[in-house]
């Protein structure tokens, strides 16, 4: 981070010198840490649209360009070339891990699939018919209960136990919070098995049957995991940091991640995409959706359609488009109406006036609900899904920022439009 620049602000007959930030990649920051203290005023930034919240060496998205490099590597690479746990050790630790690091890593998370055995009565808590994000955000939140022995953020020993056990428990939980909400027994994780195959084993065997896990399959899902393992400071990873910087424990942050990624604006999005698509049904009804997207007056949106930061190709929906392809081709699945519909709706938006002047382009979301419901998944399952894969992005950005000595609490400020300063009138005076 090279400083030299300076910005000049004119306030009140003063002028301040803001200095300048310059990053690795990426606009230049323009640094107001000391603006309040020297000028006394706030900036205001709702939705955090021009506002850099923190520093972090993770990962790194150029919009304009349709960019995204974990540590420094393309996405296109690691979702070609690597696999989930290895990501997972790259966004952990910073680099590839050797062919030793690997082998003891995967050890490590293969050693703490299972959860605890009382976890199960917790489960059984829960409204049978409860949607799967819901029972996660509390059996996430409850693990601050069940492993104790972790959630002494101060001790680094403690914060990697925690998250090691995160990496390898969520997927557990997602699975028990499907296999749940089924009314079917909880299937135990299998150690010999990867991450991929060992969580499609968890949510799709049942104890009356023998189940083998399609290789092709476990490579599509894997690599689903790796498209959704981190994007630097979205809401929900900022939602983990904000919860993280009160000193709260790693598992109540991380229920805090998922609690903010069920919001359809973000992670939800899969979720309410694959509804949409089947609702148009045909393409012959398509233009009528694209006219009330438009609609000023309509509330409804394309989903999987815009992003804050994308404003090109998301470079996850170009990958996830062929695995579209790709997985539905192996599960025999010909004439998909909902890709299809899905093929021609990104076909009319991207040379619609309208989308394409406000740069609007498929996102993650747009294909990744037709594999997975190609791969036997409700929609429900969708969301779980991606909370389990960022955990690891959560768990990062959580450790940078704990590690981190210029570390604060996270508090913004506001621009109060209230009411100005009243007394109070006795009930029968009113
Ligand atoms: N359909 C129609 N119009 C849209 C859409 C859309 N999907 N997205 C944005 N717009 C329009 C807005 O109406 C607005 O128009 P205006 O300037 O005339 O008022 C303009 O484009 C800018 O939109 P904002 O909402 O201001 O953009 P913002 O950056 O706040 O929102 C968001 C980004 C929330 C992703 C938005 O594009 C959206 O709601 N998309 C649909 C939901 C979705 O797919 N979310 C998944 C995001 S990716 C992820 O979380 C993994």
């Known amino acids: 981070m090279a400083e030299g620049n300076t910005a000049r602000l004119h306030h009140a007959g003063k002028d301040y010198d803001l200095a300048v930030l310059s990053p690795t990649a990426g606009p230049d920051v323009v640094d107001i840490r000391k603006l309040y203290s020297e000028a006394g005023v706030f900036t205001y930034d709702p939705g955090f649209t021009s506002t850099a919240s923190c520093d972090s060496t993770i990962t790194y998205i150029d919009g304009d360009k349709g960019e995204l490099w974990y540590r420094g590597y393309p996405i296109e690479q690691l979702a070609a070339q690597s696999h989930y746990l290895e990501v997972c050790y790259l966004l952990l630790y910073g680099e590839l891990p050797t062919p030793d690091q690997l082998v003891d890593f995967e050890t490590r ?76 027994p909880f299937v135990y994780p299998r150690n010999e098995l990867d991450y991929a195959s060992n969580f499609l084993h968890m949510c799709f065997s049942v104890p009356a049957e023998p ?39 790693p598992f109540a942050c991380i229920a805090a991640g998922i609690a903010c990624l069920w919001g359809p604006a973000h992670g939800g999005a899969n979720q309410a995409c694959l509804e949409m698509l089947r609702q148009i049904g045909s393409v012959d009804r398509i233009p009528e959706f694209i006219a009330r997207a438009k609609d000023k007056n309509d509330p409804f949106r394309l989903m999987g359609f815009g992003h804050r930061v994308y404003k090109n190709f998301d470079p996850r929906a170009k990958v996830m488009k062929e695995s579209a392809d790709e997985v539905l081709d192996l599960m025999g699945v010909h004439n998909n109406p909902t890709l299809q519909v899905a093929k021609e709706l990104e076909k009319i938006a991207r040379e619609d006036e309208y989308f394409v002047s406000k740069k609007l382009y498929p996102n993650v979301d747009f294909y990744s609900g037709i594999i997975l419901e190609a791969m036997g998944f409700p929609t429900s399952m969708f969301t779980p899904i991606f909370a ?43």
């Open 211 to 249: 189940y083998n896990v399609d290789p092709a399959l476990a490579r599509a899902m894997d690599r689903i995991f790796t498209l959704h393992a981190d994007h630097e400071q979205n809401a929900s990873t900022s939602t983990v940091r904000l919860a993280g910087s009160s000193g709260a424990n």
């Open 109 to 184: 998370i293969t050693r703490h699939t299972m959860v605890h055995e009382q976890m199960h009565y917790f489960f059984r808590g829960f409204r049978r018919d409860s949607h799967p994000m819901a029972t996660m955000v509390g059996v996430v939140g409850a693990m601050s209960a069940f492993y104790h022995d972790s959630i002494d953020i101060n001790d680094p020993v403690q914060r990697e136990i925690a998250s090691i056990r995160l990496i390898a428990k969520v997927p557990t939980i997602a699975a028990m919070a499907y296999k749940y909400s089924l009314g079917q």
């Open 388 to 430: 389990l894969s960022r955990t690891v992005g959560w768990i990062s950005q959580w450790k940078e920022m704990i590690a981190d000595p210029q570390n604060k609490i996270g508090r913004p400020r506001q621009l109060y439009i209230g009411a100005p300063r009243r007394d109070y009138k006795p009930l029968d005076a009113r």
